[in-house]
């Protein structure tokens, strides 16, 4: 059977994101390949990455350690127990598209590592905390830890590109990518049931709340692009060496939509057991996320009014979690 995407010829692009450490030349191919990307669905894949196969193969082995245990030991670490909303969320623990059943995924929030004296988590800071660590797997906690902060300096990288991309110095975000606050969350999507209820699904439709989403799939399908040009959903299959990588509400409420925060949900129709670590940067919890002047065409009004990272992000999560 054909590919579901190859029928109009648009596939998400792949970026080789080595361009970045290139020549001016070379930096400038990037800015421009991903501002296609970014005003086509603002999802894409990037290759040439940095981040080595060997780390992620261990995230996927401890991610499915973790998952595989009994549930007990997993509700034992419920983020409901976290005041930083980390540790186990269980099946149907969360719904992302309004009206549909919750999500057939269970999943595991991890982030970075502030104990009870930092004055982040003594000022009661959204989402600063401890994580709730399993002692099972034994090298979880420093594969996820290690994980964690590659996908930090990656996602920073990613902001640079992306900075360019829109034409601003490549050092715009600077500020924003100090003192990140961001999450690491392993995923698991049994098989979709044979009789599910209407609309039930893995992951409802959605878009993601932050800065940038980076996104490790295992060799299943099942994640869904929502193509708003030609009205249809385009399959983003795991391309392998790769990560996908998805704009947030941010950079839309930056770009006053130039760039979208793209629609997307996930279905695992594979039949087999679906696995995904994303990773969500949403930058530092202080910065003014406003409409940036150079997107604001004359004549134009802002389309969302001047916010923080913080206060958008708990905008968010009272809405999925309502
Ligand atoms: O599992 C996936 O492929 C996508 C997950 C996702 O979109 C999310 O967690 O926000
Ligand atoms: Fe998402």
């Known amino acids: 059977m054909m590919h579901s995407t190859s029928l109009t010829g648009a596939p998400l692009p792949v970026i080789d994101l080595s361009l970045l450490n290139g020549a001016d030349e070379q930096r400038l191919a990037l ?29 996927f082995r401890d991610a499915r350690a973790l998952f ?53 988590v003594k000022a009661g800071r959204f989402n600063q905390g401890a994580n709730q660590w399993p002692q099972s ?11 964690f902060h590659a996908m930090n300096a990656l996602s920073a990288q990613i902001m640079e590109a992306l900075a360019m991309a829109l034409g601003l110095s490549p050092d715009f975000f600077e500020d924003f990518c100090r003192a990140p606050l961001s999450t690491l969350r392993l995923l698991h999507y049994p098989p979709q049931p044979p009789s599910p209820q209407p609309g039930e699904k893995g992951c409802g439709a959605h878009t993601d709340f932050g800065g940038v989403t980076i996104l490790l799939l295992d060799d299943n399908p099942g994640l869904q692009v929502w193509d708003a040009r030609n009205n249809r959903w385009i399959d983003a299959d795991p391309i392998p060496g790769t990560f996908v990588v998805n704009l947030g509400d941010m950079i ?17 129709t594979s039949g087999a057991e679906r696995y995904s670590v994303p990773f969500f940067y949403s930058g530092n919890p202080d910065h003014e996320v406003s409409c940036l002047p150079a997107c604001l065409a004359e004549g134009d009004q802002p389309h969302y009014p001047p916010t923080t990272v913080e206060a958008h992000l708990m905008e968010m999560y009272r809405r999925t979690y309502a």
């Open 31 to 59: 800015a421009h390949l991903l501002d296609h990307a970014c005003l086509q669905t603002g999802f894409f894949y990037v290759s040439n990455h940095g981040i080595a196969g060997e780390l992620i193969d261990r995230v």
């Open 68 to 120: 595989a245990l009994p549930e007990n030991q997993k509700v034992a670490l419920h983020k409901g127990r976290s005041r930083a909303n980390r540790g186990y969320e269980p099946l149907k623990g969360q719904t992302l598209e309004p009206g549909s059943p919750p999500d057939l995924k269970e999943g595991f929030y991890i982030g970075e590592e502030l104990d009870e004296s930092d004055p982040r």
């Open 137 to 147: 797997p034994p090298a979880f906690r420093d594969t996820m830890t290690e994980y």
């Open 252 to 268: 839309a409420r930056w770009t006053n939509d130039r760039y979208r925060s793209t629609l997307h949900r996930v279905i695992n």
